[in-house]
T-cell receptor, first 118, second 114 residues
Framework: GAVVSQHPSWVICKSGTSVKIECRSLDFQATTMFWYRQFPKQSLMLMATSNEGSKATYEQGVEKDKFLINHASLTLSTLTVTSAHPEDSSFYIC??????????????FGPGTRLLVL | AQSVTQPDIHITVSEGASLELRCNYSYGATPYLFWYVQSPGQGLQLLLKYFSGDTLVQGIKGFEAEFKRSQSSFNLRKPSVHWSDAAEYFCAVARPDSSYKLIFGSGTRLLVRP
């Protein structure tokens, strides 16, 4: 099946620094990528949706200036957490979808990146 | 309003026993329904999905789910659980009034007793 990778798998940073997380579709071209956030023992919450070459669409309540998303190619999307603070500590998961049938296409999920901000 | 509810935070079953994980949704019409499994170190994997047609859906790894409109439910079942099935299971819905974005339940952690 299709594979989505994330890098790094975990990161620890100091408060105030920025962290970049990469999401790659390894064997398919992702027309759409999604970024989710998962708190311990809670569900995945969609943060934003991005289509290659266009600006990401953020969900209500998600700060677009704090969580910068770039979908520069059909196989790569990046999430940059700017000026990270301890409350940004979480598990960030990306997913990717190919094709042009929208939600009818299967989403493939990456393994996640655990961020700890000290 | 919560779109999808998984009432069981965790469930423990013995290996070889049958399994049923509950999922209820709230929506006037029939949403599109999914079950995903999340294992440590791995991405969420789609087990099965229901869009329309036969209400009993077969998935991978021996799982099946039944859509019951009258109960607004989409419960996941497996006749005989294996130790490797221990994981977190998420039910999800996609609704037209939410642009068909996946909305996940809170998950059910499955523990398998030897």
């Amino acid at each position: 099946g299709a594979v989505v990778s994330q890098h790094p798998s975990w990161v620890i940073c100091k408060s105030g620094t920025s962290v970049k997380i990469e999401c790659r579709s390894l064997d398919f071209q992702a027309t759409t990528m999604f970024w989710y956030r998962q708190f311990p023992k809670q569900s995945l919450m969609l943060m934003a949706t991005s289509n290659e070459g266009s600006k990401a669409t953020y969900e209500q309540g998600v700060e677009k200036d704090k969580f910068l998303i770039n979908h520069a190619s059909l196989t790569l999307s990046t999430l940059t957490v700017t000026s990270a603070h301890p409350e940004d500590s979480s598990f960030y998961i990306c997913s990717a979808r190919e094709g042009d049938r929208g939600f009818l296409e299967t989403q493939y999920f990456g393994p996640g990146t655990r961020l700890l901000v000290l | 309003a919560q779109s999808v509810t998984q009432p069981d935070i965790h469930i423990t079953v013995s290996e070889g026993a049958s399994l049923e994980l509950r999922c209820n949704y709230s929506y006037g019409a029939t949403p599109y329904l999914f079950w995903y499994v999340q294992s440590p170190g791995q991405g969420l994997q789609l087990l099965l999905k229901y869009f329309s047609g036969d209400t009993l859906v077969q998935g991978i790894k021996g799982f099946e789910a039944e859509f019951k409109r009258s109960q607004s439910s989409f419960n996941l079942r497996k006749p005989s659980v294996h130790w490797s099935d221990a994981a977190e299971y998420f039910c999800a819905v996609a609704r037209p009034d939410s642009s068909y974005k996946l909305i996940f339940g809170s998950g059910t952690r499955l523990l398998v007793r030897p």
